[in-house]
């Protein structure tokens, strides 16, 4: 299975909290991961809807944060959240369907893998720098 999902300041988009919330996605996405592959249902069910609520929540403020500062790139990064929800359920109700499989755990670890790495690397980065350029 692939890397460990670690955060690293490589990640860091200069916003504290956006930095904390994210870092905490990176540590309970590590611990479904975990969970998946021991194929302990009782820990996988309890993380996907964690994981289902914070990102409810760190979406809602990364968006009023983006609008607040008048971010141009708000509607893509919105639905690139919303792409995320989406496929993210479609992976619950797998889940629901199978179980802890083998197969589900290693798409769901290369999913969440590459979304966070993608998403917090690329357009999250592109608001911190956004922010930081702003006059004070």
Same mark, same amino acid.
């Given at each position: 299975?692939g890397?460990?999902l670690?955060w690293?300041?490589?990640l ?7 930095d904390?919330q994210?870092q905490e996605? %990176? +540590?309970r996405?590590?611990?479904?991961? =975990?969970?998946?592959r021991?194929?302990d249902?009782?820990?996988? $069910?309890?993380? #996907?809807?964690y994981?289902d609520e914070y990102?409810?929540h760190?979406?809602?403020a990364?968006e009023a944060?983006?609008?607040?500062a008048?971010?141009?790139?708000l509607?893509?990064h919105?639905?690139d959240h919303r792409? %995320? +929800?989406d496929d993210?359920?479609?992976? =619950?109700?797998d ?6 499989t083998? $197969?589900v755990? #290693?798409t ?10 993608r ?5 999250d980065?592109?608001?911190g720098?956004?922010l930081?350029a702003?006059p004070?």
């Open positions: 299975m890397a460990a670690q690293t300041p490589a860091s988009v200069g916003v504290a909290a956006v904390e994210h996605l %990176f +540590r996405a590590e611990r479904l991961i =975990v969970a998946l021991l194929g249902r009782g820990e996988v $069910l309890p993380l #996907l809807a994981l990102v409810a760190h979406f809602e990364e944060l983006m609008r607040a008048r971010f141009p790139g509607e893509a919105a639905a792409r %995320f +929800r993210f359920a479609a992976m =619950v109700r889940f629901g369907r199978t179980g802890p083998a $197969l755990a #290693l769901i670890h290369n999913w969440l893998s590459d979304w966070l790495r998403h917090i690397g690329g357009v980065r592109e608001l720098q956004y930081a702003r004070r």
